[in-house]
Structures are given as structure tokens and as C-alpha cells.
């Protein structure tokens, strides 16, 4: 499977920003899209996740209301609605993909393959 991430830029805060992240590949082999974020001098962390059936989302309580993840099953496609951008939102996000059916959504180690990052820089 691989990971293809784009929508990355700058924004000033309060800013909006659209993240994709295609899939290619033995894509029916996953079961779960998430997105992460890693931050200069903290650890990678788990920002919101989709399974593609669409019956389970997840978001990390600080982009809960303000991010809105979502999927289209046909372009095996997933995407990051990020609204009401603040300074700490940035980082590089990445997409990534697990084969598990029961996932902890935030441990990284759980999801099999990683896209490339695209970097999200929000000034205030």
C-alpha cells in the first residue's frame, strides 16, 4: 500500500487548510486511515483517524470541532478538514494505514504503512 499526502502551506491563524492522502495498492488489505502530526521536539501524535467503512471516527481532543476527517471509498481517498488553524497546529502531518480491524487509534506502531509528510505551518 502506498500513501500519497498533499495540501500542505502556510496560513495565518484562524486560517482553513485541506489535507488528502491517496491510496494506491492493496488498498482492501486496511481497514483504518488516520492522520498524524509531528512537531518540532514532541513526539508524533495521533490527530484523527477513519475506518473506510466510514462507521468510526476519532480526532485527538485538541482538533476536536475544528478538523472534520472524511473518505471517498471510491478514490480511496481520505481527507483533513482543518479549520480555525492555531500556531500549535503546526507541523508535518502525515497519513497513515493499518491492516487491524481492532486498532488503538493513537499508537503509531499499530498502522503498517506511512505517506510521505507535507508540512502545515500556521502564523499568528
Known amino acids: 500500500v502506498q500513501l500519497q499526502a498533499c495540501g500542505g502551506g502556510s496560513v495565518q491563524a484562524g486560517g482553513s487548510l485541506t489535507l488528502s492522502c491517496a491510496a494506491s495498492?492493496?488498498?482492501?488489505?486496511?481497514?483504518?486511515l488516520g492522520w498524524f502530526r509531528h512537531a518540532p521536539g514532541k513526539e508524533r501524535e495521533f490527530v484523527a483517524g477513519?475506518?473506510?467503512?466510514?462507521?468510526?471516527?476519532k480526532y485527538t481532543d485538541s482538533v476536536k470541532g475544528r478538523f472534520t476527517i472524511s473518505r471517498d471509498s471510491a478514490k480511496n481517498t481520505v481527507y483533513l478538514q482543518m479549520n480555525s488553524l492555531k500556531p500549535e497546529d503546526t507541523a508535518v502531518y502525515y497519513c497513515?494505514?493499518?491492516?487491524?480491524?481492532?486498532?488503538?487509534?493513537?499508537?503509531?506502531?499499530?498502522?503498517?504503512?506511512w505517506g510521505q509528510g507535507t508540512q502545515v505551518t500556521v502564523s499568528s
Open positions: 497513515a494505514a493499518a491492516n487491524t480491524l481492532s486498532i488503538n487509534w493513537y499508537q503509531r506502531n499499530e498502522y503498517d504503512y
Open positions: 495498492g492493496r488498498t482492501f488489505s486496511t481497514h483504518v
Open positions: 477513519i475506518r473506510w467503512s466510514g462507521n468510526t471516527i
